[in-house]
Protein backbone atom coordinates (compact mmCIF):
# COMPACT_ATOMS: atom_id res chain seq x y z
CA UNK A 1 0.00 0.00 0.00
CA UNK A 2 1.33 3.33 -0.84
CA UNK A 3 -0.63 6.48 1.07
CA UNK A 4 0.78 8.31 -1.29
CA UNK A 5 -1.14 6.92 -4.35
CA UNK A 6 -4.60 7.09 -5.00
CA UNK A 7 -6.93 4.15 -3.76
CA UNK A 8 -4.96 3.22 -0.51
CA UNK A 9 -7.71 4.37 1.79
CA UNK A 10 -9.94 2.03 0.07
CA UNK A 11 -7.32 -0.85 0.33
CA UNK A 12 -6.63 0.12 3.51
CA UNK A 13 -10.31 0.08 4.86
CA UNK A 14 -10.37 -3.36 2.87
CA UNK A 15 -7.78 -4.60 5.09
CA UNK A 16 -9.37 -3.45 8.65
CA UNK A 17 -12.21 -5.91 7.22
CA UNK A 18 -10.43 -8.92 7.46
CA UNK A 19 -7.91 -7.68 10.60
CA UNK A 20 -9.10 -5.23 12.88
CA UNK A 21 -6.91 -3.25 14.62
CA UNK A 22 -9.41 -1.57 17.16
CA UNK A 23 -11.07 -5.03 18.81
CA UNK A 24 -11.52 -4.74 22.13
CA UNK A 25 -9.71 -1.38 22.95
CA UNK A 26 -10.74 1.17 25.42
CA UNK A 27 -10.54 4.90 24.97
CA UNK A 28 -7.40 5.06 27.27
CA UNK A 29 -5.64 1.78 25.37
CA UNK A 30 -6.52 3.67 22.08
CA UNK A 31 -5.54 7.05 23.02
CA UNK A 32 -1.77 5.33 24.35
CA UNK A 33 -1.01 3.46 21.20
CA UNK A 34 -1.66 6.98 19.44
CA UNK A 35 0.97 8.41 21.60
CA UNK A 36 3.44 5.23 21.21
CA UNK A 37 3.77 6.07 17.45
CA UNK A 38 4.50 9.51 17.89
CA UNK A 39 0.84 10.83 16.34
CA UNK A 40 0.56 12.87 19.30
CA UNK A 41 3.24 14.79 19.63
CA UNK A 42 2.97 15.28 15.54
CA UNK A 43 6.12 13.11 15.33
CA UNK A 44 5.03 9.75 13.47
CA UNK A 45 7.85 7.47 14.14
CA UNK A 46 5.48 4.38 13.59
CA UNK A 47 2.28 2.76 12.45
CA UNK A 48 -0.35 2.18 15.30
CA UNK A 49 0.72 -0.67 17.24
CA UNK A 50 2.72 -1.45 13.50
CA UNK A 51 -0.25 -2.77 12.24
CA UNK A 52 1.53 -2.30 8.30
CA UNK A 53 4.94 -3.07 7.56
CA UNK A 54 5.57 1.01 7.63
CA UNK A 55 9.33 0.28 6.85
CA UNK A 56 9.11 2.45 2.97
CA UNK A 57 6.74 5.03 4.06
CA UNK A 58 7.93 8.85 4.69
CA UNK A 59 6.44 10.31 8.04
CA UNK A 60 3.56 12.18 5.87
CA UNK A 61 2.81 8.60 4.26
CA UNK A 62 2.82 7.03 8.68
CA UNK A 63 1.06 10.10 9.55
CA UNK A 64 -2.01 9.58 7.05
CA UNK A 65 -2.21 5.99 8.29
CA UNK A 66 -2.75 6.88 11.99
CA UNK A 67 -4.78 9.64 11.40
CA UNK A 68 -7.24 7.39 9.32
CA UNK A 69 -6.95 4.65 11.68
CA UNK A 70 -7.71 6.83 14.60
CA UNK A 71 -10.87 8.19 12.66
CA UNK A 72 -11.86 4.64 12.30
CA UNK A 73 -11.71 3.87 16.67
CA UNK A 74 -14.19 7.31 16.81
CA UNK A 75 -15.66 6.19 14.32
CA UNK A 76 -16.41 2.24 15.91
CA UNK A 77 -16.77 3.27 19.19
CA UNK A 78 -19.58 6.58 18.37
CA UNK A 79 -21.35 6.05 15.44
CA UNK A 80 -25.27 6.49 16.21
CA UNK A 81 -26.49 6.82 12.42
CA UNK A 82 -26.56 3.66 9.42
CA UNK A 83 -23.96 5.88 7.37
CA UNK A 84 -21.05 4.45 6.63
CA UNK A 85 -17.91 5.61 7.54
CA UNK A 86 -15.83 7.33 4.37
CA UNK A 87 -19.22 9.83 4.28
CA UNK A 88 -19.64 10.00 8.04
CA UNK A 89 -15.89 12.14 7.92
CA UNK A 90 -16.50 13.73 4.67
CA UNK A 91 -19.93 15.25 6.53
CA UNK A 92 -17.76 15.92 9.61
CA UNK A 93 -15.71 18.53 7.56
CA UNK A 94 -18.59 19.74 5.92
CA UNK A 95 -20.26 20.59 8.68
CA UNK A 96 -17.07 22.34 10.80
CA UNK A 97 -17.37 24.61 7.53
CA UNK A 98 -13.27 23.88 6.68
CA UNK A 99 -13.99 25.52 3.32
CA UNK A 100 -14.32 28.90 5.06
CA UNK A 101 -10.20 28.86 5.82
CA UNK A 102 -9.88 27.97 2.02
CA UNK A 103 -8.33 24.71 3.21
CA UNK A 104 -10.82 22.75 1.49
CA UNK A 105 -12.43 24.99 -0.47
CA UNK A 106 -11.03 23.45 -4.31
CA UNK A 107 -12.42 19.90 -3.13
CA UNK A 108 -15.67 19.78 -0.62
CA UNK A 109 -18.66 19.18 -3.04
CA UNK A 110 -17.80 16.49 -4.74
CA UNK A 111 -19.00 12.55 -4.80
CA UNK A 112 -18.25 11.38 -1.15
CA UNK A 113 -16.39 8.80 -1.38
CA UNK A 114 -12.53 7.47 -0.87
CA UNK A 115 -10.92 9.50 -2.97
CA UNK A 116 -12.44 12.96 -2.04
CA UNK A 117 -11.12 11.29 1.65
CA UNK A 118 -8.07 10.84 0.44
CA UNK A 119 -7.68 14.93 -1.03
CA UNK A 120 -9.15 15.78 2.69
CA UNK A 121 -6.75 13.96 4.30
CA UNK A 122 -3.66 15.00 2.34
CA UNK A 123 -4.62 18.57 2.39
CA UNK A 124 -5.21 18.52 5.95
CA UNK A 125 -2.13 17.08 6.88
CA UNK A 126 -0.03 19.21 4.56
CA UNK A 127 -1.51 22.71 4.02
CA UNK A 128 1.91 24.65 2.78
CA UNK A 129 3.12 23.65 -0.27
CA UNK A 130 6.37 25.76 0.50
CA UNK A 131 8.85 22.90 1.32
CA UNK A 132 10.85 25.28 3.85
CA UNK A 133 8.05 25.99 5.88
CA UNK A 134 6.44 23.06 6.00
CA UNK A 135 9.74 21.10 7.20
CA UNK A 136 9.65 24.34 10.03
CA UNK A 137 6.18 24.09 10.86
CA UNK A 138 5.23 20.46 10.27
CA UNK A 139 5.50 18.44 13.86
CA UNK A 140 3.16 21.32 15.67
CA UNK A 141 0.36 21.51 12.73
CA UNK A 142 0.33 18.08 12.84
CA UNK A 143 0.06 17.82 16.86
CA UNK A 144 -3.16 19.28 16.50
CA UNK A 145 -4.48 16.70 14.30
CA UNK A 146 -5.50 14.76 17.22
CA UNK A 147 -8.45 18.29 17.31
CA UNK A 148 -9.81 16.69 14.62
CA UNK A 149 -10.10 13.58 16.47
CA UNK A 150 -11.36 14.37 19.68
CA UNK A 151 -14.20 17.44 17.06
CA UNK A 152 -15.38 14.05 15.08
CA UNK A 153 -16.19 11.82 18.36
CA UNK A 154 -18.24 15.07 19.55
CA UNK A 155 -19.98 15.76 15.96
CA UNK A 156 -20.73 11.84 15.74
CA UNK A 157 -22.79 11.68 19.25
CA UNK A 158 -24.67 14.69 18.04
CA UNK A 159 -24.09 14.62 14.42
CA UNK A 160 -23.84 18.94 14.34
CA UNK A 161 -20.78 20.61 15.44
CA UNK A 162 -19.61 23.85 14.45
CA UNK A 163 -16.02 25.72 13.96
CA UNK A 164 -16.31 27.15 17.45
CA UNK A 165 -15.91 24.11 19.37
CA UNK A 166 -12.73 23.03 17.29
CA UNK A 167 -11.75 26.69 18.13
CA UNK A 168 -11.86 26.77 21.88
CA UNK A 169 -10.15 23.16 22.05
CA UNK A 170 -7.02 24.71 19.71
CA UNK A 171 -7.70 27.96 21.87
CA UNK A 172 -7.11 26.28 25.22
CA UNK A 173 -4.07 24.19 24.05
CA UNK A 174 -2.60 27.33 23.14
CA UNK A 175 -3.19 29.45 26.25
CA UNK A 176 -1.79 26.21 28.39
CA UNK A 177 1.39 25.38 26.14
CA UNK A 178 2.23 29.58 26.32
CA UNK A 179 1.31 29.45 29.51
CA UNK A 180 4.69 26.37 30.80
CA UNK A 181 6.55 27.97 28.45
CA UNK A 182 6.37 31.28 29.93
CA UNK A 183 6.76 29.86 33.10
CA UNK A 184 10.37 29.18 32.51
CA UNK A 185 12.83 31.00 34.48
CA UNK A 186 15.09 31.47 31.58
CA UNK A 187 13.01 31.55 28.06
CA UNK A 188 15.32 30.69 25.25
CA UNK A 189 14.94 31.64 21.16
CA UNK A 190 13.75 28.27 20.76
CA UNK A 191 10.97 28.65 23.38
CA UNK A 192 9.50 31.95 22.06
CA UNK A 193 9.99 30.16 18.39
CA UNK A 194 7.24 27.26 19.81
CA UNK A 195 5.09 29.54 21.15
CA UNK A 196 4.70 31.51 17.88
CA UNK A 197 4.72 28.21 15.92
CA UNK A 198 2.10 26.83 18.31
CA UNK A 199 -0.49 29.94 17.70
CA UNK A 200 0.64 30.25 13.46
CA UNK A 201 -0.36 26.33 13.09
CA UNK A 202 -3.70 26.97 15.04
CA UNK A 203 -6.26 26.39 11.85
CA UNK A 204 -9.56 27.37 13.36
CA UNK A 205 -8.32 30.84 15.15
CA UNK A 206 -10.08 32.13 17.70
CA UNK A 207 -10.50 36.24 18.08
CA UNK A 208 -10.47 35.52 21.80
CA UNK A 209 -7.41 34.83 24.10
CA UNK A 210 -8.26 32.84 26.62
CA UNK A 211 -6.65 33.20 30.17
CA UNK A 212 -5.18 29.79 31.40
CA UNK A 213 -8.12 29.28 34.02
CA UNK A 214 -10.19 29.80 31.16
CA UNK A 215 -8.76 27.32 29.00
CA UNK A 216 -9.46 24.79 31.39
CA UNK A 217 -12.77 25.35 31.18
CA UNK A 218 -13.20 23.75 27.93
CA UNK A 219 -11.07 20.48 28.90
CA UNK A 220 -14.43 18.07 29.43
CA UNK A 221 -13.62 14.74 28.90
CA UNK A 222 -10.80 11.83 29.52
CA UNK A 223 -9.04 11.91 25.77
CA UNK A 224 -9.02 15.85 25.89
CA UNK A 225 -7.37 15.62 29.75
CA UNK A 226 -4.99 13.11 28.25
CA UNK A 227 -4.03 14.98 25.18
CA UNK A 228 -3.56 18.53 26.87
CA UNK A 229 -1.45 16.50 29.54
CA UNK A 230 1.09 15.38 26.96
CA UNK A 231 1.17 18.27 24.52
CA UNK A 232 2.09 20.51 27.66
CA UNK A 233 4.66 17.63 28.40
CA UNK A 234 5.61 18.49 24.85
CA UNK A 235 5.95 21.65 24.53
CA UNK A 236 8.56 21.80 28.21
CA UNK A 237 10.74 18.87 26.72
CA UNK A 238 11.69 20.79 23.82
CA UNK A 239 14.78 21.82 25.17
CA UNK A 240 15.47 18.61 26.69
CA UNK A 241 14.82 19.37 30.55
CA UNK A 242 11.64 20.41 32.70
CA UNK A 243 13.09 22.88 34.75
CA UNK A 244 11.29 23.63 38.10
CA UNK A 245 8.97 25.86 37.18
CA UNK A 246 7.67 23.60 34.59
CA UNK A 247 7.68 20.95 36.35
CA UNK A 248 5.46 22.63 39.48
CA UNK A 249 3.07 23.96 36.78
CA UNK A 250 2.53 20.57 35.18
CA UNK A 251 1.39 18.95 38.09
CA UNK A 252 -0.73 21.98 38.71
CA UNK A 253 -2.29 21.54 35.15
CA UNK A 254 -3.08 17.64 35.88
CA UNK A 255 -4.36 18.46 39.50
CA UNK A 256 -6.89 21.44 37.75
CA UNK A 257 -7.46 18.11 34.79
CA UNK A 258 -8.57 15.92 37.47
CA UNK A 259 -6.31 13.40 36.67
CA UNK A 260 -4.46 10.49 38.46
CA UNK A 261 -0.99 10.85 39.72
CA UNK A 262 -0.18 7.97 38.13
CA UNK A 263 -1.20 9.68 34.52
CA UNK A 264 0.87 12.82 35.05
CA UNK A 265 3.76 10.60 36.36
CA UNK A 266 2.90 8.95 33.30
CA UNK A 267 3.01 11.91 30.66
CA UNK A 268 6.75 13.20 32.65
CA UNK A 269 8.12 10.43 32.24
CA UNK A 270 6.66 9.22 28.12
CA UNK A 271 7.71 12.07 26.51
CA UNK A 272 11.79 11.76 27.85
CA UNK A 273 11.29 8.27 26.67
CA UNK A 274 9.60 9.06 23.30
CA UNK A 275 12.29 11.97 22.55
CA UNK A 276 14.98 10.39 23.77
CA UNK A 277 14.18 6.63 22.11
CA UNK A 278 13.44 9.17 18.55
CA UNK A 279 15.79 12.02 18.96
CA UNK A 280 17.62 11.13 15.46
CA UNK A 281 14.37 11.42 13.65
CA UNK A 282 12.83 14.42 15.12
CA UNK A 283 14.76 17.27 13.52
CA UNK A 284 12.73 20.00 15.17
CA UNK A 285 13.41 18.95 18.23
CA UNK A 286 17.64 18.37 17.46
CA UNK A 287 20.36 21.53 17.09
CA UNK A 288 19.18 21.96 13.49
CA UNK A 289 18.66 25.08 12.29
CA UNK A 290 16.16 25.87 9.60
CA UNK A 291 17.87 25.12 6.38
CA UNK A 292 19.55 21.85 7.66
CA UNK A 293 15.98 20.54 8.62
CA UNK A 294 14.91 21.38 4.98
CA UNK A 295 17.80 19.61 3.41
CA UNK A 296 17.43 16.73 5.81
CA UNK A 297 13.32 16.13 5.01
CA UNK A 298 14.17 17.04 1.57
CA UNK A 299 16.91 14.55 1.17
CA UNK A 300 14.72 11.95 2.92
CA UNK A 301 12.06 12.51 -0.15
CA UNK A 302 14.65 12.21 -2.69
CA UNK A 303 15.29 9.24 -1.73
CA UNK A 304 11.63 7.95 -1.21
CA UNK A 305 11.06 9.20 -4.64
CA UNK A 306 14.48 7.66 -6.51
CA UNK A 307 13.95 4.89 -4.68
CA UNK A 308 10.05 3.98 -5.50
CA UNK A 309 11.30 5.05 -9.27
CA UNK A 310 14.78 3.76 -9.65
CA UNK A 311 13.55 0.73 -12.99
CA UNK A 312 11.79 3.87 -14.85
CA UNK A 313 14.93 6.26 -13.72
CA UNK A 314 17.43 3.84 -15.18
CA UNK A 315 15.90 3.24 -18.27
CA UNK A 316 15.16 6.57 -18.71
CA UNK A 317 18.94 6.94 -18.34
CA UNK A 318 20.04 4.04 -20.44
CA UNK A 319 18.20 5.98 -23.31
CA UNK A 320 19.86 9.34 -22.68
CA UNK A 321 23.17 9.06 -24.42
CA UNK A 322 24.55 12.27 -23.84
CA UNK A 323 23.39 12.49 -20.16
CA UNK A 324 24.70 8.89 -19.71
CA UNK A 325 28.22 10.14 -20.66
CA UNK A 326 28.26 13.32 -18.74
CA UNK A 327 26.69 11.51 -15.45
CA UNK A 328 29.50 8.65 -16.16
CA UNK A 329 32.35 11.55 -15.90
CA UNK A 330 30.52 13.07 -12.99
CA UNK A 331 31.71 9.97 -10.80
CA UNK A 332 35.22 10.45 -11.45
CA UNK A 333 35.40 14.54 -11.89
CA UNK A 334 33.85 17.38 -11.14
CA UNK A 335 31.73 18.84 -14.28
CA UNK A 336 32.09 22.53 -15.50
CA UNK A 337 29.17 25.11 -15.68
CA UNK A 338 28.02 24.62 -19.34
CA UNK A 339 28.05 20.61 -18.71
CA UNK A 340 26.30 21.26 -15.26
CA UNK A 341 23.68 22.90 -17.08
CA UNK A 342 23.30 20.41 -19.41
CA UNK A 343 22.49 17.80 -17.18
CA UNK A 344 20.12 19.88 -15.05
CA UNK A 345 18.13 20.47 -18.53
CA UNK A 346 17.89 16.93 -19.53
CA UNK A 347 17.02 15.40 -15.81
CA UNK A 348 14.92 18.07 -16.28
CA UNK A 349 13.38 16.86 -19.70
CA UNK A 350 13.08 12.84 -18.01
CA UNK A 351 11.12 14.01 -14.79
CA UNK A 352 8.31 15.67 -17.10
CA UNK A 353 7.99 11.41 -18.33
CA UNK A 354 7.85 10.48 -14.60
CA UNK A 355 4.43 11.89 -12.74
CA UNK A 356 6.02 11.08 -9.36
CA UNK A 357 9.38 13.24 -9.96
CA UNK A 358 7.10 16.28 -10.71
CA UNK A 359 8.52 18.22 -7.28
CA UNK A 360 11.44 18.94 -9.91
CA UNK A 361 9.63 20.71 -11.96
CA UNK A 362 8.05 23.17 -9.44
CA UNK A 363 9.48 26.73 -8.61
CA UNK A 364 12.53 25.65 -6.92
CA UNK A 365 12.74 22.30 -7.66
CA UNK A 366 16.05 22.59 -9.43
CA UNK A 367 17.43 23.36 -5.56
CA UNK A 368 16.87 19.57 -4.97
CA UNK A 369 19.13 18.37 -8.00
CA UNK A 370 21.97 17.98 -5.87
CA UNK A 371 20.25 15.26 -4.02
CA UNK A 372 19.60 13.81 -7.25
CA UNK A 373 23.27 13.82 -8.48
CA UNK A 374 24.31 11.93 -4.98
CA UNK A 375 21.69 8.71 -6.12
CA UNK A 376 23.31 8.77 -9.53
CA UNK A 377 26.11 6.28 -8.92
CA UNK A 378 23.70 3.46 -7.66
CA UNK A 379 21.57 4.12 -10.72
CA UNK A 380 24.14 3.50 -13.04
CA UNK A 381 24.80 0.04 -14.96
CA UNK A 382 27.50 -1.41 -12.72
CA UNK A 383 30.28 -1.25 -16.09
CA UNK A 384 30.49 2.53 -15.57
CA UNK A 385 31.63 2.17 -12.25
CA UNK A 386 33.99 -0.71 -11.21
CA UNK A 387 34.83 0.37 -8.06
CA UNK A 388 31.07 0.17 -6.27
CA UNK A 389 30.45 -1.78 -3.48
CA UNK A 390 27.04 -2.82 -3.01
CA UNK A 391 25.30 -2.44 0.44
Known amino acids: MNPSASGWIKKLLKELETTSIWNHTDNQSFYDSLRESGFIYGSNVKVVKEYLDYSEFTEEEICKVNFLLALKYIFQENK ?3 VDFVESVINFYIEINAYSTSIFSEILGGKKTESLLEKIIHKRIQIDDNLIDRSFNYFITNALLF ?5 YKAFLQTQE ?8 LESAIEAIVSEVLNSKTIKTEYDNSLIKLVEQSVRYKSHKTLTFQEALEFVNTDLEKYYIM ?13 DKNEKSLLLKLGENLNLEQERIDNSLLFIEIFYNNNKDKIALLSSQNIVKTFYSNSSKMVTKLISRNSKRLQKELL ?14 RDLND ?11 DIFKSIPSLAIFLLPGGALLLPLVIKFIPKL ?3 SFDDNRIED
Do not use: F, R, Y
Open 80 to 82: TTQ
Open 147 to 151: TDILA
Open 161 to 168: ISEKHIQH
Open 230 to 242: DIASMATWGDLKI
Open 319 to 332: ESKELMVLLTKSTV
Open 338 to 348: EEQKKVQGQLL
Open 380 to 382: LPS
